[in-house]
Structure formats: C-alpha cells, structure tokens
C-alpha cells in the first residue's frame, strides 16, 4: 500500500474498517494463507494499516519464487512462516483465504482445528467496500485493474482521498518504500475496488457506484455470466456500461426491466454510436506507446450546445485504453468529479505493472513488453494493439492453469491465428503449476495445435527456460516480443531478463 501523505495516500484512518463492524478485529491476529497473491497483499496492507497484527504464508515464498516481495512484507513487520500450519497457534488468529486455496493446505486443516475464524478473500474484501460511505465497483471480463487505477488516480487529483483495492500494482502510487502498490489506504470516505465475477464473490458488492466494462468468455459460461453482471447492476444507485459491448449492452437493458433493480443514473460510454460519453473520431491519433483524442460529453448537449470537449492523451496505448478512459471518466463524473477536471487528470496516468508494460529496447532494436493478457478478451487488446504498428511479433504465452486452458483454449487459438500475420510467432510453455490436484492430462500443445490448424504459426516448448532459448535465437532487430499470462509474478523477472540477454 502507498505510504506516506499527499497524492500517496497513508495508511491512517482507515474509516471503512471503524465503520464494518470490524473495528474490534484489528485486535485480533490476522493469517493471511497466500498473502503475495494480488489479491490477498494489498488486503492485508490495508488491516496493517488499521493497526492490525497480520502475519501469513504463501507457497512462492517457500518456492523460493519473488524473494524481494516477502523480504519487502517482512520489512513492514509482517510475520512470514511456511506454508506448513506453523503459523497457526491459536483460535483467536482470523484466518483469510482465497477460493482458490484447498481445504487439505495445512494451514486450512489446523484453522480447522482450532476452530479459527476464516474469511475468503472476497468476503473480506466485501465488508469494507460496503461499509464506505461511497463505493465504486469496477465488474467485467477486462480492463478491471486498469479502470480501477485510473479511477482511483482522477479521485486522488480531485482530492478525494480515495481507498484504492487493486490487482495490480499502481505505477502513480509506487515508489522505492512501495514497489507493490497494489492499494492505496485513504480517509476520505470513498472506496474503488475491483470486483471479480470468476468465483461468483461479486454477488457480495453493493457498490454505489458499478462499473460494467465488458462480458466475454472466461472462467464462466455467458449464461452464468449473464446473471452475475445484471444482478451486480441492479444492487448499484448508478451504473456504467460499455455501450460498445454487445453482451454489457444486453445485461444493461434485460437490467432496466428488472422491477428489484434499485439504479437511479445511468450512464453509457463507448467509442462508437451515440452513448453518453465518447470521442471525437477525427481527432484519434494512436502510436506505439500512447493515443490520444478529444473527449465528448454528449450528456452536457443541448438544443444550443453540442456539450463539453477536452483533448486527452493516454501514456498507455490501445483503443481498448482509451475505451477504459471513458469508463474511468464516466465513473468520476458519477460521483461528482467534473468532466475536465477527470479528463486532465489521465493526462499524468503512469499505467500498471504487467499491462502492455513496456520493459524496454535492446540495442539492435528488438522490444520487449511485459502483459498480463491471459483470456481471448485480453489477448485480442493486447495483440491487436502491437499490429497497429509495422514490425513483427513474437508472442510468448504461458497459459495461467489447466483449468482455464480447458475452458477458452479454443477461442485463445482463434485469437493468436486471426490477429498475428505470417511472419509472426506464438510461443506456449506449459501451464503455470504451483501445486494441488488439477487434472494436468492436457496443456499448451493443443492449443499450439489449435493455432496452427487455424492458420496461424505457433510452437509449444514445455520449459520456460527454453522459450526463452528459442526466442533469444528467433528475435531480429525491429521485433516485439511480448510475455503474456498471468497469477505468476516472476514473467516480469522473465521478461526483464530476456532483454538483458538480447541486449
């Protein structure tokens, strides 16, 4: 969590902790089981900054995996043990988990045991947020990380104070005392988190304020998806919706109909049609590392005005980026920001870690990028922003678990066979496997057959390490190489360290 004051926040006066219900907890010992994953570090930074006794395992830690982010959590005086039930020693401890942690972790087994409260991330999660005065969620497939940041960026210019809850870290919030600033600790009443739909927590959220950015394919059906983002609208006051999404747009006016929603404002965005917030199509101008265009308040139009215009240039390239802008902007107006004022605060938005994260240049001109897409919606953004400029590409998937390999492996082929040309490459190692009972019988070789089969040019290499072999030998000056996947923090170490290797 950012320390410290001004733009940076601080971790005092957590207002949303006092007024839970769970003030009394911060006296209680904490136990975070996994607590480096992205969602469960900038949680418990949140309760350490409540004044709370947090301590917690994490299984990369006793894999020896991102030293540096546990040396960092021990620093702020975190107690770490192994991933063993050591650190387990009494019933009093609040035990935290994610969905994804089974019940046979030792951890599980001795809270169990001892008959030790246990929260799921989500739930945790979810009691803060709804105890703020005012919420803001951020639900879809992509782009949540991403809108979430440039939400919290515009409240923290507008001098909101805002409480930020991330997945990844926030480049404007990070500094040497906060290398992973995945969350911001404010006292200004207003909370922005993003919401996760895959294991159906976002049911938990009453946010006064939902943002929908999208609806594809990913860890559930359409179906299920369906009713998990209209019933997430219909708890809001005001809601936000991609109006160039068709499935948001469909949830959005199935929502409308429904006689328990309680929405009172709604607002649209898209770069497309007529919604209530838009751009200038004659002012876009994307490049390689930044787009820009004038942004249209249609809301503000009038029988003697056409409404507000502000010019806005994005430091993160993509028309999915600035697609996410309008998101961020519509969100802030929502809560009262004025449109300029959230406008020229994206100006300075520096971006997050692992999101078309530009690592760097070799000398012989060969480009690597550092991206956390991992599902078709993702990829496709990513990809189709790389193939707006001349070069090759070389992509590098590490698919993150066998479980969602199974689930999209067929529609991930259709995106690296439809967006890369002849001359590029898609290079898959296995699976990101840290343990646990995963049917592991089919991984990235059908998928690399998948792309092939639909047109494309792809190979599967079973060791990271030789990925890293094969590209190093492939890669000639004027390429990008891009390191995709995700729930794995050491790609940006692989990342980093197969720029060194070029250069």
């Known amino acids: 969590a950012a320390a410290g004051g001004g733009e940076h926040g601080g971790v005092v006066g957590i207002w949303c902790l006092a007024t839970s219900g769970m003030a009394e907890r911060t006296s209680h010992p904490w136990f975070f089981c996994g607590i480096g994953g992205s969602g469960m570090l900038p949680l418990a930074l949140i309760l350490k900054g409540a004044g709370a006794a947090v301590a917690g395992s994490d299984r990369s830690r006793d894999q020896g995996r991102t030293p540096e982010k546990f040396a960092w959590l021990e620093s702020l005086g975190f107690e770490l043990h192994p991933q063993d039930g050591s650190g387990i020693t009494s019933a009093d401890q609040v035990v935290v988990a994610s969905a994804a942690v089974e019940d046979t972790v030792p951890e599980m087994v001795r809270a169990k045991d001892l008959g030790c409260p246990r929260l799921s991330r989500a739930e945790l999660l979810a009691r803060l947020f709804n105890a703020a005065p005012v919420s803001i969620a951020v639900g879809g497939t992509s782009g949540k990380s991403t809108v979430t940041g440039m939400i919290g960026w515009i409240m923290t210019k507008a001098g909101r104070d805002p409480t930020i809850m991330n997945g990844a870290v926030m480049k404007n919030f990070a500094s040497p005392d906060a290398p992973f600033a995945s969350a911001r600790v404010g006292g200004g009443g207003l909370f922005v988190s993003e919401v996760d739909e895959s294991d159906g927590s976002i049911a938990l ?217 002849p001359d590029d490459l898609t290079v898959l190692c296995d699976p990101v496997y840290f343990g646990g009972t995963v049917d592991r019988s089919e991984g990235s070789e059908r998928i690399a057959r998948l792309i092939e089969a639909a047109g494309g040019k792809a190979e599967h290499v079973p060791s990271r390490d030789d990925c890293a072999d094969r590209i190093a030998a492939l890669a000639r000056p004027g390429d990008r190489v891009v390191i995709m996947g995700a729930r794995d923090d050491t790609l940006t170490l692989f990342a980093r360290d197969l720029l060194a290797r070029l250069a």
């Not at 019933?231 to 068709?246: G, H, P, Q, T």
């Not at 709604?266 to 770069?271: A, D, I, Q």
């Not at 004038?294 to 980026?321: F, I, M, Q």
């Not at 600035?322 to 100006?347: Q, Y």
């Open 205 to 421: 959220y009453r946010p006064t304020v939902a943002v929908l950015n999208n609806v594809s394919l990913d860890h559930k059906s359409i179906e299920e998806l369906r009713e998990l983002f209209g019933d997430f609208l219909a708890r809001a006051e005001k809601i936000v919706v991609n109006a160039d999404d068709s499935e948001s747009y469909y949830i959005w006016m199935e929502t409308a109909d429904n006689p328990a929603s309680r929405i009172a404002e709604e607002r649209s965005f898209g770069l497309g049609g007529s919604p209530d917030l838009t751009i200038d199509e004659a002012t876009l101008v994307e490049g390689p590392t930044s787009i820009s265009a004038v942004v249209l308040d249609c809301s503000s139009a009038s029988l003697t005005s056409a409404g507000e215009r502000a010019a806005l240039t994005l430091k993160t390239p993509g028309l999915h980026n600035l697609s996410n802008a309008l998101a961020a902007i519509s969100a802030a107006m929502a809560v009262g920001v004025p449109f300029n004022d959230a406008v020229s605060a994206l100006a300075s938005f520096e971006g997050l870690a692992r999101r078309f994260d530009i690592v760097g240049t070799s000398p012989s001109g060969i480009t690597v990028i550092d991206d956390f897409g991992h599902n078709p919606d993702k990829v496709a953004a990513t990809l189709s922003t790389l193939k707006a400029h001349p070069g090759r590409v070389i992509a590098f998937f590490q698919p993150h678990g066998y479980g969602p390999l199974r689930q999209m492996g067929h529609e991930l082929a259709e995106v690296f066979a439809r967006i890369l040309g």
